[in-house]
């Protein structure tokens, strides 16, 4: 089974940075597209970076030119950057990915992970 393991969120303040790490066992990670989601309290899962095997990003228009995702295909591991953070960026973020050919979507291909917590205070 897929494991998918975030780390690096806190507790910043507005207009401040953190770097979530995501690491993912159980596919052959290079092969395939890799993202970001986050969940805001009382809001549905969204997908807000995307990554693909060749290293194509997308973004979500709420978190464009502020976060940045990049991976490491050595280390089976999938990065967000995130600067200028906002109040509104809080929420629990997650890791996801899909095989070759797939297109991620607001739904997770593989088995969610505990995610990572990250408090952005006004």
């Known amino acids: 089974q897929v ?3 975030e780390s690096g969120g806190g507790l910043v303040q507005a207009g401040g940075s953190l770097r979530l790490s995501c ?7 290079s ?14 899962r969204e ?3 995307t990554i693909t095997s060749a290293g194509s990003t997308t973004y979500a228009d709420s978190v464009k030119g502020r976060y940045s995702i990049s991976r490491d295909n050595a280390k089976n591991a999938v990065y967000l950057q ?10 629990v973020y997650y890791c996801n990915g899909g095989p070759p050919g797939r297109k991620l979507g607001a739904a997770g291909y ?9 408090t952005v205070s006004s």
């Open 82 to 91: 995130m600067s200028s953070l906002k109040p509104e960026d809080t929420g």
């Open 47 to 49: 997908l807000v970076a």
């Open 3 to 5: 494991q998918l393991v």
């Open 110 to 118: 593989y088995s969610w992970g505990q995610g990572t917590q990250v």
């Open 31 to 44: 092969t395939g597209a890799m993202g970001w989601y986050r969940q805001a309290p009382g809001k549905q």
């Open 23 to 29: 690491t993912v066992s159980g596919i052959i990670f």
